[in-house]
């Protein structure tokens, strides 16, 4: 008795159902779904923006302490 293999998956009907989803998913977005006025979403964009870049000068901030931090203590121990 040899080893029983299933038949191949039928592309087509594969194909179908991506393009039945993504039909679906459009239809969803244009019905059911509530957009924001335009004025909201750029005030939200800069919101986004400005809390970006507030967030990476903290990074770097921190990142600046520690590097120095740790330099002082590495020169503290070699001397």
Do not use: H
Not at 31 to 38: D, H, K, L, Q, R
Not at 45 to 59: P, R
Request: contains cysteine; aromatic residues 12%; proline residues 5%.
């Amino acid at each position: 008795m040899g080893v029983r293999i299933p038949p191949p998956v039928q592309n087509k009907l594969i194909t179908m159902k991506v393009v039945n989803y993504i039909s679906e998913s459009f239809e969803e977005l244009k019905s059911n779904v509530t957009w924001p006025e335009w004025a909201e979403v750029q005030r939200l964009t800069i919101v986004v923006a400005v809390f970006s870049v507030v967030f990476a000068l903290a990074t770097w901030g921190t990142d600046e302490v520690c590097a120095k931090t740790l330099a002082i203590f590495f020169n503290w121990i070699k001397a």
